[in-house]
């Protein structure tokens, strides 16, 4: 319906993960090294190899374990770029979905404007987890589809936003998972924050913008442009989503 609001109840991470993942670099040997290194770095490649091989499947996603975290314009040195707290705005664990790893490096999706916005964190800041779930929206069809290990496990009717406040495109992930006070008003059982905002709405009902898939008192919107923005589901979805998809879970939006 419309974008996140400050009157929502924190709920808290549901169902996270409890898997970490190591992540491993394996400098090249140069072509002029001897017949020993050579052996070394095959050894550590081979290790390497069988690590990646035992890795959990899925999408990785990094909270923020101290109360705050640097956010970089490039792995390493880079210039400090974000400094975000945690917990966010919302009472929620900060958490980020992972785009690229390099070394102690996490190239990170951003919760800030402009959508899509990337940065670098340090890796020793953040705890990893893996989900395999995945959540696309089909505006043109009106559907989401939520996927785990490749594999369809829910679909269903979506609204969307309007003509003047449509629902941005984009890649995102959820950043938190809320318990509306009136589990029969207009965000229905439960909402999920999403990385993104409004390219229409600077700023909504004292918030910034922020989208949200959520539930509804009103079904008889779904399949239509109803909303402000936000991707409404039914009730059922919504909880059946809020029940199993933690926080860092990947929403592709699609026009």
Same mark, same amino acid.
């Given at each position: ?52 091989? @035992? ?8 909270? !923020? ?5 640097? !956010?970089? $314009? ?30 102690? =490096? ?13 940065? =670098? ?71 999920? /924050?999403?990385?993104?905002? $409004? ?9 910034? /913008? ?10 008889? /919107? ?11 589901? $039914? @009730?059922?979805?919504?909880? =059946? ?9 990947? !929403?592709?939006?699609?026009?």
């Amino acid at each position: 319906m419309e974008p996140m609001r400050r009157s929502l109840t924190h709920r808290g991470t549901v169902g996270p993960l409890p898997v970490l993942v190591a992540a491993a670099v394996l400098a090249a040997a140069p072509a002029c090294s001897s017949p020993e290194s050579s052996d070394a770095a095959q050894e550590a490649a081979e290790v390497l190899e069988a690590e990646e091989a @035992n890795a959990p499947e899925g999408e990785r996603v990094a909270t !923020v374990l101290a109360d705050e975290i640097e !956010v970089r $314009s490039e792995p390493g040195g880079g210039e400090v770029v974000h400094t975000l707290a945690s917990p966010n705005d919302l009472g929620a664990d900060r958490a980020f979905l992972v785009r690229e790893v390099r070394g102690d =490096w996490l190239e990170v999706f951003l919760p800030v404007r402009p959508n899509g916005s990337t940065g =670098w964190i340090d890796a020793d800041d953040v705890e990893i987890t893996v989900t395999a779930y995945r959540v696309v929206v089909d505006m043109a069809e009106f559907s989401f589809t939520v996927t785990e290990g490749g594999e369809e496990v829910l679909t269903g009717p979506v609204g969307i936003g309007t003509g003047e406040t449509p629902t941005p495109p984009g890649e995102y992930y959820f950043t938190e998972l809320l318990r509306p006070s009136d589990p029969g008003g207009e965000y229905g059982a439960y909402a999920f /924050g999403l990385s993104g905002f $409004s390219d229409t709405l600077e700023s909504f009902a004292g918030g910034p /913008g922020q989208l949200g898939v959520h539930g509804t008192n009103d079904e008889s /919107g779904l399949g239509g442009e109803v909303s402000h923005g936000c991707v409404r589901v $039914s @009730n059922d979805d919504i909880v =059946w989503m809020a029940e199993r998809l933690p926080v860092g879970t990947p !929403v592709e939006i699609t026009e």
